[in-house]
């Protein structure tokens, strides 16, 4: 299984927890951040990393970076 580490920025806290919520819904591997200074880190399958990365922008998140491990 190959996966992508993906590092994001958000407005607030609630984009970033709303975000949370739904990558963990899309089985990411791994999510962990700092959600009250709107920043977070998912490690998501390959298969699945575009969606995720759509998915952050449409909660109005921005990738700030992400590669694969």
């Known amino acids: 299984m190959s996966t992508v580490e993906i590092h994001a920025a958000f407005k607030d806290e609630q984009s970033a927890m709303e975000a949370l919520h739904k990558l963990q819904a899309l089985r990411a591997v791994d999510v ?5 200074h709107g ?3 998912a490690t998501i399958e390959d298969a699945v990393a575009d ?7 449409q909660v109005g998140g921005s990738i700030t ?4 491990e």
Request: hydrophobic fraction near 30%; charge should be positive.
């Open 32 to 36: 962990c951040g700092l959600y009250e």
């Open 39 to 41: 920043r977070l880190t």
């Open 51 to 57: 969606r995720a990365m759509r998915l952050i922008e």
């Open 65 to 68: 970076s992400g590669h694969s």
